[in-house]
């Protein structure tokens, strides 16, 4: 039960200590909120650009037949 009274003026102080350190809390929760947007943005662009290298054909390298055939060293 709250029985006592308190004035406005004796309050104040504590009030505002609570609403600055409730400030402080709520700053560094948003930043930390920015931060793990920004991480997640990053890993889902990382994990679509790897699902697009992935789903690409597999290469088996260059397309020998094209290569022109090396000139026969001299032996010597």
Known sequence: ?????ISVEDAFPTFQKECRE????????????????RQLAA???ENARL???????V???PDLAA?????????G
Do not use: H, K, T, W
């Open 1 to 5: 039960m709250m029985g006592q009274q």
């Open 22 to 37: 409730l400030f402080e809390r709520n700053l560094v929760l948003r930043a930390q909120v920015d931060i793990l947007e």
């Open 43 to 45: 890993a889902q662009e």
């Open 51 to 57: 699902q697009q290298a992935a789903s690409e054909p």
């Open 59 to 61: 290469s088996g390298g």
């Open 67 to 75: 290569v022109p055939p090396y000139p026969d060293e001299e032996r």
